[in-house]
């Protein structure tokens, strides 16, 4: 029974990776890249979260990477909606390396809002947002 339900999560979250929205998920259950906005659709520029980090249960990662030349940086934003903890990650280097943290960010099978966009100074821009379980 627990395959089946493995089975019909697999659909879900490819979907909300390609659509780039969605509902809430787990912060157990990997995101998949997560791109801004730009007025064309979805840029190059984004975060990934990793839910439960290869051979580290229990340890979530998020990375950004700024992969334009916009005179922009990229920050992600990681927040539980149980208990309101939040982390931030900014890379604005544009120099082909990304900017990740990793840490026993939040409890397993908590529901985790995200969001990635461009900044500028204290100003966001384009970004997307969607929710998926730590």
Not at 54 to 60: A, F
Request: hydrophobic residues 35%.
């Amino acid at each position: 029974m627990r395959w089946l339900r493995k089975a019909a999560i697999i659909p879900a979250v490819a979907a909300l990776a390609v659509l780039g929205t969605g509902t809430q998920a787990s912060a157990s259950s990997n995101l998949g890249w997560w791109y801004t906005f730009s007025g064309t659709g979805f840029s190059t520029s984004g975060a990934f979260f990793d839910g439960d980090l290869n051979g580290y249960p229990g340890v979530e990662k998020i990375t950004v990477c700024d992969n334009e030349s916009d005179g922009r940086g990229v920050v992600a934003m990681a927040e539980s909606t149980v208990s309101g903890t939040t982390y931030w990650v900014y890379d604005q280097s544009n120099d082909g390396k990304c900017s990740s943290a990793s840490s026993n960010m939040f409890p397993e099978e908590e529901w985790i809002y995200v969001e990635v966009c461009e900044y500028a100074g204290s100003n966001r821009y384009n970004c997307n947002e969607g929710a998926w379980i730590a």
